[in-house]
T-cell receptor, first 113, second 113 residues
């Protein structure tokens, strides 16, 4: 089976711009979770989607949003980028969500200048 | 909401020694506790997990213990090897109209030969 893929792998944006990141899950996986990883803060939960519905949301501002398509691919969007949004954004997928094993993608590294 | 504290943030051991990483969680309803290993530049990967109906689980050199009363769980690595060097993350599952994993901030383990 092909693993979780994320595109793009690297992005450079400037403050105020917006960005869209994509996550393609393993075939058969319908749950997609998104995390922000920064040094010292670990993995912070953004949101989780299952069957095109957001089931859970972390404590991030409304500038962070996401969606899931009928083929389970998910996108997350960050609007009005701030310097502090620079991070590695990881998605993790599973058949129906925890407690099933989540498989992580390689991440998208976002740099905001 | 759920909060997961992880200690220590860094841990250095000699090859062959044991390493112990501890986590505490706040939500007594949490019932699934995975541990992930992230090597430098790579994606996190599940190494072991435990559910609330089990007190201990072992897999070769790795073991996890859970104390639901005290709301803490620990990762034990015996006979450490240089390839165990990585960042280790604990997590607790939150089950609120869907599921999410809340991660600790990570422990950087360095094993020197």
């Amino acid at each position: 089976k092909a693993g979780v893929t994320q595109t793009p792998r690297y992005l450079i944006k400037t403050r105020g711009q917006q960005v869209t990141l994509s996550c393609s899950p393993i075939s058969g996986h319908r749950s997609v979770s998104w995390y922000q990883q920064t040094p010292g803060q670990g993995l912070q939960f953004l949101f989780e989607y299952f069957s095109e519905t957001q089931r859970n949301k972390g404590n991030f501002p409304g500038r962070f949003s996401g969606r899931q398509f009928s083929n389970s691919r998910s996108e997350m969007n960050v609007s009005t980028l701030e310097l502090g949004d620079s991070a590695l954004y990881l998605c993790a997928t599973s058949v129906s969500g925890p407690p099933e094993t989540q498989y992580f993608g390689p991440g998208t590294r976002l740099l905001v200048l | 909401g759920e909060n997961v504290e992880q200690h220590p943030s860094t841990l250095s051991v000699q090859e062959g020694d044991s390493a112990v990483i501890k986590c505490t969680y706040s939500d007594s309803a949490s019932n699934y506790f995975p541990w992930y290993k992230q090597e430098l530049g790579k994606r996190p990967q599940l190494i072991i997990d435990i559910r609330s109906n089990v007190g201990e689980k072992k897999d070769q050199r790795i073991a996890v213990t859970l104390n639901k009363t005290a709301k803490h769980f620990s990762l034990h690595i015996t006979e450490t090897q240089p390839e165990d060097s990585a960042v280790y993350f604990c997590a607790a599952m939150v089950n609120q109209a869907g599921t999410a994993l809340i991660f600790g901030k990570g422990t950087t383990l360095s094993v020197s030969s």
